[in-house]
């Protein structure tokens, strides 16, 4: 199969792993964090008699909002960067839908105005973001559609008590990914997944909150299957870490993406712009494209980022993706940066989060 | 054209009424309203009721006071224009008889609010209000009003305490009102003390959710009275205004009211001053003022300064609220509009007692439905 | 509810009222006649999602419906085209709450009929200022 014919050329081009088209580009991205945050002191002063706690805060959605509105609102966004017209898919990535049955993607395109769509929801814990970019991108790549929007969202939740309660938070990111031209901010240039059968947390059928292994989560599912991804993606494109201006990690925790940055070979230098977790904790299918998107905000073209996400259960889609001429002018019209909305916060106390979050029993 | 009468009246005390059902409620008001003259057999029922379906999951209710009554084979139906459903009721009666297609009617309001929980009461109240864009996004009848109250005080500059001044006079007149909720004075620091319900309107600004009936008999002038104190409906106007008060261009204009009254004043050959006695709809504090400022008893931006120097106290210029009106006799939705006809009557028979206006002689009555949407302007006098 | 809710949903979601053809006045709600000329022919028109506020109010004894959520911000919101439209105003502490604050439209949901039921969406405002 002959490949397109490259516009950005590199070296070591090889013709195995997931071949992305190199057509289609992203051409705008939005992301919606709510106005909340719990410090995880407040977590603690609850459940663990005030012993100390990471220095971290979470994004809590409020009272009236979930997936689907803030699924709405990263869109919305993301299309006035892009300024696009028309989407031909709309793929909504979350494992929190309000809906058991009944699609969030509907909701999204009635909002957008957009009918003439392939619409539809994903699950894969916290990697459920990436899978939809990467749909999209092949659904674009392959001449389906003209462009599509792919969303990350969730409005993660932990047990009262549990230790994902530090954590879990809320967010959206949404990305616009259109053929190839002048305007395009950034373009894939190869991806690879890696899976397996793992199963490190879940959520079964009916319940309210997931459960997890513990530390389980760790070596076996995280480390295990993002050092696999990006692995396999350096091995078949020929990269190496210092091809990458910028690494961005799936973030549970604030630990977890330095310890897997530093065993990848990556410094601190390459992965710091991305590091949210301390501001927002861990907005599950919304988080690697967060941190792709808030190094959106700063990148310089021809720039190579990494963005390797994990979802449990377990699974890794590692991409690289090369920052395009277009990012300047729209970053200029959007006046719209993912830390002016970090920043735009206010601190909650545990009594707020559980009226806002539904935790209290009327 | 057949001059019309108000007979005889009857009616509940308003207020929690446990024990009895919106019929039992209805048939009570009734039959005291029919009881002076056993020889009337109303040629017409109509019965002025906002939410029966809500509260009672009862309609028909025509059909069915008219058979409770014993009166079958009378034509008998019911109106519902909101908070103006009674006002509305004793305007069609009025014209039924005033046409001289019948020469007696039963007008008969009745609400049954108590056994709704608050919230549910809110909610039925705001169907007054449009379902889609008004309902739907949580906007109770109660917050529509404080939104205004808020808008009213910033454009005319207008004090709590002047604010306060209606629910004042309303509980300085109900505390004497046999048939009021509230028989109790309260002072403006009491108002402004009570709670906050929808700011900045306080617990104090709003009339409370209670039971009653009312019913009057109209009779042509064939009829005449034994006692010489006729009372006389000289006329009554139904107006109505862009739906919702965000849609219009003012929002501190009552044009319903305002077209009402003066197409009822002039055809009652009245004008302002000739009025002695006045019950206004106080839903809400804010919604006395801009009614007596919209019936010409008050300037623009006025109306809460004119009563805080009390022009509308038991013994002021122009006397309102003379039983308490919605504020302190209560406010059972489709019955308001007859209570206040009722009590326009027992101050033109001069049978207020303690809290008789003297020697009055017009009295007007103003019933709304939403805010201003419906307006029913009815003027009353003593011949 | 459910069927009415379904019905509107577009104007819930994009603040989508009416235009006259005739003398170009805009509507949210939308009329079925042009209050301003009588003309009959109108067309459907997305309303601005910035405005200022007319007045509000901070509802603190909700609907039944809308339960769980008091206290509510409620106002008047005048949008740049003139058009006044009522909405909750959220993510706001009531002390930055003014008469003339700038807003600009939210995607939100508006209540749910049970934790079984259907969830209702529609726009709501939040403050800029
Ligand atoms: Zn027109």
């Given at each position: 199969?002959?490949?397109?014919?490259?516009?950005?050329?590199?070296?070591?081009?090889?013709?195995?792993?997931?071949?992305?088209?190199?057509?289609?580009?992203?051409?705008g991205?939005?992301v919606?964090?709510?106005r909340?945050r719990?410090?995880?002191?407040e977590?603690?002063?609850?459940?663990?008699?005030?012993e100390?706690?990471?220095?971290?805060?979470?994004?809590?959605?409020?009272l009236?909002?979930?997936?689907t509105?803030?699924?709405?609102?990263?869109?919305?966004?993301?299309?006035?960067?892009?300024?696009?017209?028309?989407?031909?898919?709309?793929?909504?990535?979350?494992?929190?839908k309000?809906y058991?049955?009944?699609?969030?993607?509907?909701?999204?395109?009635?909002?957008?105005?957009?009918?003439?769509?392939?619409?539809?929801?994903?699950?894969?814990?916290c990697k459920?973001?990436?899978?939809?970019?990467?749909?999209?991108?092949?659904?674009?790549?392959?001449?389906?559609?003209?462009?599509g929007?792919?969303?990350?969202?969730?409005?993660?939740?932990?047990r009262?008590?549990?230790?994902?309660?530090?954590?879990a938070a809320?967010?959206?990111?949404?990305?616009?990914?259109?053929?190839?031209?002048?305007?395009?901010?950034?373009?894939?240039?190869?991806?690879?997944s890696?899976?397996?059968?793992?199963?490190?947390?879940?959520?079964r059928?009916?319940?309210?909150?997931?459960?997890?292994?513990?530390?389980?989560?760790?070596?076996?599912?995280?480390?295990?299957?993002?050092?696999?991804a990006?692995?396999?993606?350096?091995?078949?494109?020929?990269y190496?870490?210092s091809?990458?201006?910028?690494?961005v990690?799936?973030?549970?925790?604030p630990?977890?993406?330095v310890?897997?940055?530093?065993r990848?070979?990556?410094n601190?230098?390459q992965?710091?712009?991305?590091?949210?977790?301390?501001?927002?904790?861990n907005?599950?299918?919304?988080?690697s494209?967060?941190?792709?998107?808030?190094?959106?905000d700063?990148a310089?073209?021809?720039?190579l980022?990494?963005?390797c996400?994990?979802?449990?259960?377990?699974?890794?889609?590692a991409?690289?993706?090369?920052v395009?001429?277009g990012?300047?002018?729209?970053?200029?019209?959007?006046?719209?940066?993912?830390?002016?909305?970090?920043?735009?916060?206010?601190?909650i106390?545990?009594?707020t989060?559980?009226?806002?979050?539904?935790?209290?029993?009327? | 054209?057949?001059?019309?009468i108000?007979?005889s009246?009857?009616?509940?005390?308003?207020?929690?009424?446990?024990?009895k059902?919106?019929?039992?409620?209805?048939?009570?008001?009734?039959?005291?309203?029919?009881?002076?003259?056993?020889?009337?057999?109303?040629e017409?029922?109509?019965?002025?009721?906002?939410?029966?379906?809500?509260?009672?999951?009862?309609?028909?209710?025509g059909?069915?006071?008219a058979?409770?009554?014993?009166?079958?084979?009378?034509p008998?139906?019911?109106?519902?224009?909101?908070?103006?459903?009674?006002?509305?009721?004793?305007?069609?009666?009025?014209?039924?008889?005033?046409?001289?297609?019948?020469?007696?009617?039963?007008?008969?309001?009745?609400?049954?609010?108590?056994?709704?929980?608050?919230?549910?009461?809110?909610?039925?109240?705001?169907m007054?209000?449009s379902?889609?864009?008004?309902?739907?996004?949580?906007?109770?009848?109660l917050?529509?009003?404080?939104?205004?109250?808020?808008?009213?005080?910033?454009?005319?500059?207008v004090?709590?305490d002047?604010?306060?001044?209606?629910?004042?006079?309303?509980?300085?007149?109900a505390?004497?009102?046999?048939?009021a909720?509230f028989?109790?004075?309260?002072?403006?620091?009491?108002?402004?003390r009570?709670?906050?319900?929808s700011?900045?309107?306080?617990?104090?600004?709003?009339?409370?959710?209670?039971?009653?009936?009312?019913?009057?008999?109209?009779?042509?002038?064939?009829f005449d009275?034994?006692?010489?104190?006729?009372?006389?409906?000289?006329?009554?106007?139904?107006?109505?205004?862009?739906f919702?008060?965000?849609?219009?261009?003012?929002?501190?204009?009552?044009?319903?009211?305002?077209?009402?009254?003066?197409?009822?004043?002039?055809?009652?050959?009245?004008?302002?001053?000739?009025?002695?006695?006045?019950?206004?709809?106080?839903?809400?504090?804010?919604?006395a003022?801009?009614?007596?400022?919209?019936?010409?008893?008050?300037?623009?931006?006025?109306?809460?300064?004119?009563?805080?120097?009390?022009?509308?106290a038991?013994?002021?210029?122009?006397?309102?609220?003379t039983?308490?009106?919605?504020?302190?006799?209560?406010?059972?939705?489709?019955a308001?509009?007859?209570?206040?006809?009722?009590?326009?009557?027992?101050?033109?028979?001069?049978r207020?007692?303690?809290?008789?206006?003297?020697?009055?002689?017009i009295?007007?009555?103003?019933?709304i439905?939403?805010?201003?949407?419906?307006?029913?302007?009815?003027?009353?006098?003593?011949? | 509810?459910?069927?009415?809710?379904?019905?509107?949903?577009?104007?819930?979601?994009?603040?989508?009222?009416?235009?006259?053809?005739?003398c170009?006045?805009?509507?949210?709600?939308?009329?079925?006649?042009?209050?301003?000329?009588?003309?009959?022919?109108?067309?459907?028109?997305?309303?601005?999602?910035?405005?200022?506020?007319?007045?509000?109010?901070?509802?603190?004894?909700?609907?039944?419906?809308?339960?769980?959520?008091?206290?509510?911000?409620?106002?008047?919101?005048?949008?740049?085209?003139?058009?006044k439209?009522?909405?909750?105003?959220?993510?706001?502490?009531?002390?930055?709450?003014?008469?003339?604050c700038?807003?600009r439209?939210?995607?939100?949901k508006?209540?749910?009929?049970?934790?079984?039921?259907q969830?209702y969406?529609?726009?709501?405002?939040?403050?800029?200022?």
């Amino acid at each position: 199969m002959p490949l397109n014919n490259s516009l950005i050329p590199f070296k070591g081009w090889v013709n195995f792993g997931l071949k992305t088209p190199k057509n289609a580009a992203i051409a705008g991205y939005g992301v919606y964090i709510p106005r909340y945050r719990l410090p995880s002191v407040e977590v603690a002063r609850i459940w663990r008699g005030g012993e100390e706690a990471p220095l971290i805060k979470k994004a809590v959605a409020s009272l009236d909002e979930d997936i689907t509105t803030m699924a709405v609102e990263a869109a919305r966004r993301a299309i006035k960067m892009a300024e696009t017209k028309e989407l031909g898919a709309i793929f909504v990535g979350t494992e929190t839908k309000p809906y058991a049955v009944k699609p969030t993607s509907t909701i999204v395109a009635q909002a957008l105005n957009q009918h003439k769509v392939l619409a539809s929801d994903l699950e894969f814990a916290c990697k459920a973001g990436t899978e939809a970019l990467q749909l999209i991108l092949a659904l674009i790549g392959s001449g389906m559609i003209e462009s599509g929007l792919a969303i990350g969202v969730d409005t993660a939740q932990g047990r009262p008590g549990d230790d994902l309660e530090f954590t879990a938070a809320s967010a959206a990111a949404a990305y616009i990914l259109s053929k190839r031209d002048v305007g395009s901010i950034a373009v894939v240039e190869g991806a690879s997944s890696y899976v397996s059968d793992t199963t490190d947390f879940w959520r079964r059928a009916g319940q309210q909150y997931p459960r997890h292994l513990s530390r389980f989560t760790g070596e076996p599912a995280y480390f295990y299957h993002i050092q696999h991804a990006v692995k396999n993606l350096f091995d078949e494109f020929g990269y190496k870490p210092s091809d990458f201006k910028y690494a961005v990690f799936h973030q549970p925790n604030p630990r977890f993406p330095v310890e897997v940055a530093l065993r990848l070979g990556f410094n601190l230098e390459q992965i710091k712009p991305s590091l949210l977790n301390p501001y927002i904790g861990n907005p599950y299918a919304a988080n690697s494209l967060l941190g792709l998107a808030v190094v959106l905000d700063e990148a310089s073209p021809n720039d190579l980022i990494l963005v390797c996400s994990f979802g449990s259960g377990a699974g890794s889609d590692a991409l690289s993706i090369r920052v395009l001429d277009g990012v300047e002018e729209k970053r200029r019209k959007a006046q719209n940066k993912v830390r002016d909305m970090i920043e735009a916060s206010v601190e909650i106390d545990y009594a707020t989060y559980a009226k806002l979050r539904g935790k209290i029993v009327a | 054209m057949a001059k019309v009468i108000v007979a005889s009246v009857g009616y509940t005390r308003v207020g929690d009424h446990w024990d009895k059902s919106i019929l039992d409620l209805a048939v009570e008001a009734s039959k005291k309203a029919l009881k002076p003259y056993p020889n009337i057999r109303p040629e017409v029922i109509i019965v002025g009721n906002m939410f029966s379906s809500q509260s009672s999951r009862q309609e028909h209710l025509g059909a069915l006071l008219a058979s409770a009554l014993n009166l079958t084979r009378t034509p008998a139906f019911k109106v519902e224009a909101a908070c103006a459903s009674g006002g509305v009721a004793f305007n069609i009666a009025y014209n039924k008889i005033r046409s001289g297609e019948v020469s007696s009617a039963l007008v008969v309001g009745v609400e049954k609010m108590r056994d709704l929980d608050t919230p549910e009461a809110s909610l039925a109240l705001s169907m007054a209000e449009s379902a889609e864009y008004t309902q739907f996004i949580g906007a109770s009848f109660l917050s529509l009003n404080a939104m205004l109250a808020r808008l009213y005080s910033e454009t005319y500059n207008v004090s709590r305490d002047e604010l306060s001044a209606f629910p004042v006079i309303a509980h300085s007149n109900a505390a004497t009102a046999e048939h009021a909720q509230f028989r109790k004075a309260i002072s403006v620091e009491d108002v402004s003390r009570s709670p906050l319900v929808s700011d900045p309107l306080r617990l104090l600004d709003c009339a409370p959710v209670g039971d009653g009936a009312a019913a009057v008999l109209l009779a042509s002038d064939a009829f005449d009275e034994d006692d010489g104190a006729r009372v006389d409906v000289l006329s009554s106007k139904i107006s109505t205004n862009i739906f919702s008060v965000y849609e219009r261009d003012d929002m501190l204009k009552f044009d319903a009211t305002r077209d009402a009254a003066s197409k009822a004043f002039s055809e009652a050959g009245i004008s302002v001053e000739d009025v002695d006695v006045l019950e206004v709809h106080d839903a809400f504090s804010v919604t006395a003022a801009l009614s007596v400022e919209a019936m010409g008893f008050s300037r623009e931006g006025e109306g809460a300064k004119d009563a805080a120097k009390g022009i509308y106290a038991l013994r002021g210029r122009y006397p309102a609220l003379t039983f308490g009106g919605l504020k302190g006799r209560g406010h059972p939705v489709g019955a308001t509009g007859i209570y206040q006809i009722i009590e326009l009557w027992l101050q033109l028979k001069g049978r207020g007692n303690a809290n008789q206006v003297k020697g009055c002689r017009i009295g007007v009555a103003q019933n709304i439905g939403g805010v201003d949407t419906t307006s029913v302007v009815s003027v009353l006098a003593r011949r | 509810m459910a069927i009415s809710y379904w019905r509107r949903r577009d104007r819930y979601y994009r603040l989508l009222g009416n235009k006259c053809t005739r003398c170009n006045a805009e509507y949210y709600p939308p009329v079925y006649i042009c209050r301003r000329c009588g003309s009959e022919s109108l067309i459907d028109a997305e309303m601005p999602g910035t405005g200022k506020i007319l007045t509000y109010t901070i509802l603190r004894e909700v609907m039944s419906g809308f339960e769980g959520q008091q206290p509510i911000i409620i106002g008047i919101v005048q949008l740049d085209n003139g058009v006044k439209v009522l909405g909750q105003i959220v993510d706001t502490p009531i002390d930055a709450l003014k008469i003339g604050c700038k807003v600009r439209t939210v995607f939100r949901k508006i209540r749910e009929e049970s934790s079984a039921g259907q969830i209702y969406y529609g726009y709501k405002f939040t403050v800029l200022c």
